[in-house]
């Protein structure tokens, strides 16, 4: 006499309102998520009030309201000192500085004789449009 054995079936949980659920959130992040490109620094550019068509550099220097010095490159950034600025920026051609609207006028001034004497010939100086 053989015993028959009942197979029983898994219970499989629907996964369809989970991955609704995770699909709305992603789209909730993206949509409430901005991106800052000074969100690490403590920093807040001036506003010009025109539309800027200034192609942006491949090296920018950073100065943020407590005049420190960061040099950002390849999505990049590193605290700099003045001190540093010949040993670390000698080859560089072309750079950009975005400065804290707070600052006084004569400490950008400082900074782009330094960038001179270092060998920088152009400089270009970013704003909020």
Known sequence: MRRRTKKRSLATPDLTPLIDVVFLL??????????DKY???????????????????????IIDKNE??????????EEILIEEFSEKLRFIEEI?????????????VKIIGELKTVGITK????FYE
């Open 39 to 61: 969100s690490g620094f403590n920093l807040e550019l001036p506003n010009s009030g025109i539309k800027s068509e200034i192609e942006k550099k491949e090296y920018e220097l």
């Open 68 to 77: 420190k010095y960061f040099i950002k490159y390849d999505n990049k950034s």
């Open 26 to 35: 992603l789209i909730f992040f993206m949509l409430v998520t901005t991106f």
């Open 123 to 126: 400089v270009e100086l970013n």
């Open 96 to 108: 950009s500085i975005s400065a804290d609207k707070t600052l006084a006028y004569g400490v950008v």
